[in-house]
T-cell receptor, first 112, second 119 residues
Framework: DAKTTQPTSMDCAEGRAANLPCNHSTISGNEYVYWYRQIHSQGPQYIIHGLKNNETNEMASLIITEDRKSSTLILPHATLRDTAVYYCIVRVRDNYGQNFVFGPGTRLSVLP | EAGVAQSPRYKIIEKRQSVAFWCNPI?????LYWYQQILGQGPKLLIQFQNNGVVDDSQLPKDRFSAERLKGVDSTLKIQPAKLEDSAVYLC?????????????????FGAGTRLSVL
């Protein structure tokens, strides 16, 4: 089972900031939070990851709360091409190792 | 840097037939993954390789699915015989896991996938 909770869907107006929340209340202290997105008919694309500090790259910003139980991915100026399913992932530790478990993600629709 | 390559992009077969998918990971990536993504769901891990050894195949239906990574580079995933419920996108991913200061960083890079339709 995924260890994260995300809203099923969100809309955002083109040119506005898209803020995608994620709850990961059971995250352990030494685990990163990873964000991916999947545009229709493509494989998931890595966006950003973070541990405890806020992170920014050319694609997005990641804000992680101080208790690390939740995070927000920010697309500062959403475009139509940002329409995709966004996945927030925390690795799951099991008997075999530590792997990604994808939930259903958030379907972001950027509207003109 | 070249990404993860997969082929074919699309495959249509009839149930009980066999099918194979191929993956070439990013150069230097020791870890390779195969995922199954059913329409409307997130990807589900089928098998993970570290070099040419299997790390996790707990969710691989071993009665019909098999995978190999003989030389620690390319990998193939096979289904024999296929069932209707195997219709899905099969994704390959690779990563270079880095470990330091008690932290494990594992950024996976995905291919475009193979869309399988079983009729």
């Amino acid at each position: 089972d995924a260890k994260t909770t995300q809203p099923t869907s969100m809309d955002c107006a083109e040119g506005r900031a898209a803020n995608l929340p994620c709850n990961h209340s059971t995250i352990s202290g030494n685990e990163y939070v990873y964000w991916y997105r999947q545009i229709h008919s493509q494989g998931p694309q890595y966006i950003i990851h973070g541990l405890k500090n806020n992170e920014t790259n050319e694609m997005a910003s990641l804000i992680i709360t101080e208790d690390r139980k939740s995070s927000t991915l920010i697309l500062p100026h959403a475009t139509l091409r940002d329409t995709a399913v966004y996945y927030c992932i925390v690795r799951v530790r099991d008997n075999y190792g530590q792997n990604f478990v994808f939930g259903p993600g958030t379907r972001l629709s950027v509207l003109p | 840097e070249a990404g993860v390559a997969q082929s074919p992009r699309y495959k249509i077969i009839e149930k009980r037939q066999s099918v194979a998918f191929w993956c070439n990971p990013i150069s230097g990536h020791a870890t390779l993954y195969w995922y199954q993504q059913i329409l409307g769901q997130g990807p589900k891990l089928l098998i993970q390789f570290q070099n040419n050894g299997v790390v996790d195949d707990s969710q691989l239906p071993k009665d019909r699915f098999s995978a190999e990574r003989l030389k620690g580079v390319d990998s193939t995933l096979k289904i024999q015989p296929a069932k209707l419920e195997d219709s899905a996108v099969y994704l390959c991913a690779s990563s270079l896991i880095s470990i330091g200061q008690g932290l494990v960083k594992n950024i996976q890079y995905f291919g475009a996938g193979t869309r399988l339709s079983v009729l």
